[in-house]
């Protein structure tokens, strides 16, 4: 079993930056493709990016180009770097866990609570 736990939400500006974590303890987390997904109030938990036990990212368009996945798996941490937010990706930010790469969370086992992100205009 894998624990994962975020941390690093809050409250910014439209064009500021924020960088989420996510701990994890139990199983080796190295071994698992972990990724990001967020959900608004009324929406479904979309797919933000994962990252493979290698270390390849993979991103959802809308974020390309401004958010940064990575890891460090000596200190079984995730991390999500968020540069120039946007009012549209305020949402609450879960980190997951699985054995395959894939942009549904159907496809992962382990979650965490979740993180707020807001970002103001």
């Known amino acids: 079993q894998v624990q994962l736990v975020e941390s690093g939400g809050g409250l910014v500006r439209a064009g500021d930056s924020l960088r989420l974590s996510c701990a994890a303890t139990?199983?080796?987390?190295?071994?698992?493709?972990a990724a990001w997904f967020r959900q608004s109030p009324g929406q479904e938990r979309e797919f933000v990016a994962h990252?493979?036990?290698?270390?390849?990212?993979y991103y959802a368009g809308s974020v390309k180009g401004r958010f940064t996945i990575s890891r460090d798996n000596a200190k079984n941490t995730m991390y999500l770097q968020m540069n120039s937010l946007k009012p549209e990706d305020t949402a609450v930010y879960y980190c997951?866990?699985?054995?395959?790469?894939?942009?549904?969370?159907?496809?992962?086992?382990?979650w965490g609570q979740g993180t707020q992100v807001t970002v103001s205009s």
């Open positions: 990252i493979t036990a290698r270390g390849s990212p």
């Open positions: 997951a866990a699985g054995s395959f790469t894939g942009i549904t969370p159907a496809g992962y086992d382990h």
């Open positions: 139990g199983r080796a987390f190295s071994d698992l493709v």
